[in-house]
């Protein structure tokens, strides 16, 4: 059993009303920058009669206005950053809904908030500077693996920056470097436990981890308890987003009962999602965050749409901070494969740009081995149907892979299908088959 460790008693464990009064203040200074530094914000809270001074305490945040994944593509690149360029020393990106990714800045306390938020996720893991931790979240524009390698590095601990892939690569390190922490997605602790047994590999012999930290896709309890003895760990939960820091926004104690999410920097919100309405405790909705010590691109109300609960009973471990259930669905046709965003969206606009194909597709996604698959059925026009040659019709379906790696920056198998074989709907096209069972 891993050793829960509080990494910062005074914010975690923090008495709940003294947290709101922090959390009210911090709120009218990110408004104020907000304000100050973001057309869009102003425009939007003079659109709606607000003004800074309007915002008192945590009672007023329903007033103010939403922010929309959509916004961040608009304003792109650039647009709602809150601070100077010359301030923001870091870029990050995510997946947009169409084409171009979605960037977020950091100053350097954004960055250093950030890295805060993870330590405090690891320690809750047991994380010490006696640990080695195997980050295998892919480096780069992604937040996974660069935020749980800082993470890491603020603990003390020994830091692996392995990035994602390689699984041979990744057992052999693991073996010879003995690490006892693990990052990464949950699908991919599932996969690389089944090759370490397949190996004939004894995990607490030649496999030395103690703890996994596993997010950026939807889990449930099946799969942890299966993690759990494939890898002799305890697995454990963790959940963010680019838009508001990275991973480490949320995470779980040894309790698993829900994620603390870190509310001396992050203020969470359940919203019915058809009327924008806050909801109490213990009913499922809408998740909205709004950063509340973030300089470089502050944001206010973002809408997740994630679907879980929020509770705030006391939870045995000693923190006092608003837990997050698992997410248990999406108010938007997002999908998340191998970790990475994915918009039916994404996938049209690629077929749009391509010569011999209708615009009517199906994306069908599955699990084998542990590993995600995606495949796009895409129909031919009939008169590429009719006239052309299978090398013609090769060259096609690599073209649409490969802009399909590019712009969402994920492998698909891409079958092209005759004209008409894609069954039509009467009311919203249905363009996803999901196989997977989580
Ligand atoms: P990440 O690298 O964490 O995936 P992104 O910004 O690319 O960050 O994606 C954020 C989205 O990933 C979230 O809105 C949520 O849908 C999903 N996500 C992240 N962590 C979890 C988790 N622990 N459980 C379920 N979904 C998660
Ligand atoms: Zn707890």
Not at 280 to 306: C, N, W
Not at 335 to 356: D, K, M, T, Y
Not at 388 to 397: K, L
Request: charged share 25%; glycine share 10%.
């Amino acid at each position: 059993m891993i050793q829960d460790r509080i990494y910062n008693p005074q914010m975690e464990c923090m008495d709940p009303e003294v947290r709101r009064k922090l959390q009210g203040e911090r709120l009218r200074a990110t408004v104020a920058l907000e304000y100050a530094n973001v057309p869009l914000y102003r425009e939007r809270m003079d659109k709606a009669g607000i003004k800074p001074e309007d915002i008192h305490s945590m009672d007023d945040l329903k007033y103010l206005p939403f922010t929309e994944k959509t916004d961040l593509r608009d304003e792109f690149p650039f647009g709602l950053l809150a601070s100077p360029k010359s301030e923001i020393v870091r870029i990050q990106g995510s997946s947009g809904t169409t084409g171009k990714p979605i960037v977020s800045g950091y100053t350097q306390n954004d960055v250093e908030v950030w890295t805060e938020m993870v330590a405090r996720a690891l320690s809750a893991a047991g994380c010490t500077r006696e640990d080695i931790v195997q980050v295998c979240y892919g480096y780069g524009l992604f937040t996974g693996g660069l935020g749980l390698h800082q993470g890491a590095s603020q603990i003390g601990a020994m830091t692996i920056p392995m990035s994602s892939g390689n699984t041979q690569r990744q057992i052999m390190m693991m073996r010879d470097l003995g690490s006892t922490i693990l990052c990464c997605t949950p699908s991919y602790a599932t996969y690389l436990g089944e090759t370490i047994r397949e190996m004939g590999l004894v995990p607490g012999k030649d496999i030395k981890l103690k703890a996994g930290i596993f997010g950026a896709e939807p889990w449930s309890d099946e799969m942890r308890a299966r993690i759990e003895e494939l890898l002799g760990i305890d697995a454990m939960d963790i959940y963010g987003l680019t838009e508001i820091a990275g991973p480490g926004v949320a995470f779980e104690c040894k309790a698993k009962h829900g994620m603390h999410i870190n509310e001396d920097h992050v203020v969470a919100e359940i919203i019915n999602p058809a009327t924008g309405e806050q909801l109490p405790y213990g009913t499922a909705g809408e998740l909205v965050f709004t950063t509340i010590s973030k300089t470089g691109q502050p944001m206010l109300r973002y809408r997740t749409h994630d679907i879980c609960m929020l509770q705030n009973d006391p939870c045995p471990c000693g923190r006092t901070t608003v837990r997050m259930g698992r997410i248990t669905g999406r108010t938007d046709d997002m999908l998340i494969i191998r970790g990475v965003n994915v918009f039916p969206s994404q996938i049209e606009s690629v077929l749009v740009g391509i010569n011999g194909v209708a615009p009517h597709y199906m994306l069908v996604v599955d699990r084998v081995n542990s590993s995600d698959t995606l495949e796009v059925k895409v129909e031919l026009t009939e008169e590429m149907f009719s006239s052309d040659t299978v090398a013609h019709i090769e060259g096609i379906s690599r073209q649409i892979a490969d802009q399909i790696k590019s712009v969402v920056g994920i492998a698909a198998k891409v079958s092209l299908v005759p004209p008409k074989s894609i069954p039509r709907s009467e009311g919203k096209a249905k363009r996803i088959i999901d196989n997977r069972k989580i």
